[in-house]
């Protein structure tokens, strides 16, 4: 689920029993606002007087979000490759977004959990604030990010529906037959009903 505590406050409430798993692209997508974004601007702000490297700094916010082994064109791989060479602080963020995934590909919560500590004692000492500030709100998410060892799911697949029923929406401009918007529903996701 989402890492929104008022999700987890509902399940808790309606099905006391149920194991919170908190997924990786909610996780990411958070690390993405509160680290790389606030980080790159920190960054940005810190070399006012050097154009250049601010420059290099303010239009690489899609570059650092990207996974390195999804990034085609040479010149973007050159131009990430100079920036991390070039900036300490956005390496340390951008090689901790990658070692942050690697804890959801762990089965085991103990050595999942050993991981973790090794993850948030690296975030801690970065000296970057906003990495630092993200690891420790993060650790009050641990259960659920374990809970992933046990219950390895995903809302990817969710997500993707409710994309497609958003667009589905917005191409009819909002419909007023409830009915006809259910059959074009099952219309984009034909199978078994």
């Known amino acids: 689920m989402d890492m929104n505590a008022a999700y987890a406050l509902e399940v808790r409430r309606h099905c ?8 990786l692209f909610h ?4 690390y993405g606002r509160e680290v790389i974004d606030r980080g790159r601007i920190d960054e940005a702000n ?22 390195a082994e999804n990034i085609e064109r040479p010149q973007d791989r050159v131009r990430l490759s100079e920036l991390l060479q070039a900036n300490r602080a956005l390496l340390k963020v951008y090689l901790l977004k990658d070692d942050l995934k690697a804890l959801w590909s762990y089965r085991h919560a103990g050595y999942a959990r050993r991981f973790w500590l090794q993850w948030y004692r690296r975030a801690s000492h970065s000296r970057v604030k906003p990495l630092q500030r993200f690891a420790h709100r993060l650790k009050a998410y641990l259960h659920g990010i374990l809970s992933h060892c046990r219950w390895p799911l995903g809302t990817n697949l969710v997500e993707g529906i409710n ?3 958003k667009v589905i929406k917005r191409m009819a401009y909002g419909f007023r037959d ?3 918007f259910f059959l074009k529903i099952r ?3 034909p199978g078994d009903r």
Request: proline letters at 5%; glycine letters at 2%; zero cysteines.
């Open 16 to 23: 006391p029993n149920a194991q919170i798993v908190y997924d």
């Open 27 to 30: 996780v990411l997508a958070k």
């Open 46 to 67: 810190r070399l006012r007087a050097d154009r250049p490297a601010r420059r290099l700094i303010k239009g690489s916010r899609w570059l650092l979000l990207r996974n």
């Open 163 to 165: 994309n497609r029923i």
């Open 178 to 180: 409830d009915d006809y």
């Open 187 to 189: 219309a984009a996701f």
